[in-house]
């Protein structure tokens, strides 16, 4: 069955030093990835979108890359700050098709 | 825009009674989804509409379970009886195009429901 694994549920880092977190797939090819991030009591707000052919896209402080050998996308906040601090989600969609698949989610703290 | 618009933000009902969430979704967009979100389960997709028109429903999780898009700018999700178990928050998003992939999703404030 399709499984969509983020790396772990909580992650903590200190302000100003990146964080990377990791979005792996299974028993599915996906046309494109995106990845979400949802505050506590509020809906999911999109950050980036990144397709098959792509291996990395950067959008200020963030980069998101996507390795389809490895079955695999890493998304990074360079310079973090404790602004950053949320869940993030990524989401996996196949072309032409609009349901997307997400993951868990992973929280990230990030410590002054 | 105002954004996606849900009603109501929270709602408590009892087991057995029947829930109707409502959404609205950003003028323009010819895609709605309906999703449910629990700790246990994570972001799940129950139903999407294309123009309308319900595509694919293969996460509506039983027949007590329906939805409808009457109009481009309205859509509810009615739960027929209500069970504890259906407690969550349920999101609904948009997004612009009915075909075509990649387009990012535009989420509502979501509905928070407890069924005791």
């Known amino acids: 069955s399709q499984k969509i694994e983020q790396n772990s549920e909580a992650l903590n880092i200190q302000e100003g030093k990146t964080a990377t977190l990791t979005c792996n797939y299974t028993?599915?090819?996906?046309?494109?990835l995106q990845w979400y991030r949802q505050d506590p009591g509020r809906g999911p707000v999109f950050l980036l979108l990144?397709?098959?052919?792509?291996k990395e896209k950067r959008k200020e402080r963030l980069k998101v890359t996507f390795d389809t050998t490895l079955k695999q996308s890493l998304f990074h906040i360079t310079a973090s700050q404790p602004a950053d601090s949320a869940t993030y989600l990524c989401?996996?969609?196949?072309?032409?098709?609009?349901?997307?698949?997400f993951g868990a989610g992973t929280r990230l703290t990030v410590k002054p | 825009d105002a954004g996606v618009i849900q009603s109501p933000r929270h709602e408590v009902t009892e087991m057995g009674q029947e829930v109707t969430l409502r959404c609205k979704p950003i003028?323009?967009?010819?895609?709605l989804f309906w999703y449910r979100q629990t700790m246990m389960r994570g972001l799940e997709l129950l139903i999407y509409?294309?123009?309308?028109?319900?595509?694919?429903d293969s996460g509506m999780p039983e027949d007590r379970f329906s939805a409808k898009m009457p109009n481009a700018s309205f859509s509810t999700l009615k739960i027929q009886p209500s069970e504890p178990r259906d407690s969550a928050v349920y999101f609904c998003?948009?997004?612009?195009?009915?075909?075509?992939?990649?387009?990012?999703?535009?989420f509502g404030p979501g509905t928070r429901l407890t069924v005791t």
């Open positions: 990144i397709r098959e052919n792509e």
């Open positions: 509409f294309n123009n309308n028109v319900p595509i694919d």
């Open positions: 998003a948009s997004n612009p195009r009915a075909s075509g992939d990649g387009y990012e999703q535009y």
């Open positions: 028993n599915y090819s996906p046309a494109y």
């Open positions: 989401a996996l969609g196949r072309g032409n098709n609009n349901d997307m698949r």
């Open positions: 003028s323009g967009h010819n895609s």
